[in-house]
């Protein structure tokens, strides 16, 4: 008997270099340098973009991110540590989604991209 193997296949968001224009990469700039208030500039100015939005949802992780630790700070002694290394990580994140966002490429970044894409809406 021939068993079947499931295959889990991810829908990849491929976008062509000549529909990513420099007012996506700014927008995609935007969304992942000030996330909320980026994320919501582009639904308004753009909500077609997939660049932008990309980088949008990545911002919107590094803000959910950010809220989670800073109320992990809370916790008294353990979470002063896991604050403080968390955002150091953050930090890090943030600014490689930051000159990926620049890059005219759809990067996959180390876990924001995993947590990016069950962000989508």
Known sequence: MV??????????IKISKEL???????LGFLGVFLPLVGLILIYLVKND????LYYGRH???LFLGWVILGALAYIP???IIIYTLGMLVMVILWII???????????????LTELAEKLSF
């Open 3 to 12: 068993t079947k193997k499931k295959t889990n296949v991810k829908k990849k």
């Open 20 to 26: 990513i224009t420099i007012e996506s990469k700014i």
């Open 49 to 52: 973009d997939q660049y932008a």
């Open 59 to 61: 911002g919107l992780a």
């Open 77 to 79: 002694i353990a979470g």
């Open 97 to 111: 989604c930051l000159i990926a966002s620049l890059s005219e490429e759809t990067k996959k970044i180390i876990i």
